[in-house]
């Protein structure tokens, strides 16, 4: 299972997706322009610039020298869904009234945005309005909670970055 990014972007920069297809252009008999899809999906790579400080620094440089290659889970805080109702602590119910959002889909992973911080979650089940995730909350969850879909992914090999101070950085990295 993939781990949930533990570094915030810096909203002073964008928060870039950029979304490729690969097709093949042909021209059919009739001189008209044909293009057939090489990749059953779209790529989807994500752009953001974190500045961690302090100790977030450190683990930042620490995770990125052992564990870059592994699986991440970034939120696409850009599409957000608000969930309906009050969400008990051990429950695994997501409702977001009487549709789920586009972006839930069967084994995705959703990124909730909890009192205590941002929670990762695997979707198992969608049905009408109501989500099940795998792994129940710890904590309650009111009413108007924020859950982002997630974008799960390896980190480019190559990262720009400055240390601005030996207690303050700043990154841009691409999912």
Known sequence: MPSLFPFTHNWSTSFKVDVSYKTEIIQSRA????RLALRSQPRKRVTLAISPTGTELRSFLSQMATRQQTEWVIPETTRAALTATLLASGGTILDFGTT???????NSYCVIKAVAGLVLAQITLVVGGAVQIAT?????????????PGIVGRLETSMKGNLLTSAVGTFTITL
Do not use: I, K
């Open 136 to 148: 129940p909350l710890t904590a309650a969850l009111p009413a108007g909670s924020r859950v982002y």
């Open 31 to 34: 001189f008209r322009e044909q």
């Open 100 to 106: 789920a959002p586009a972006w839930a889909t069967v």
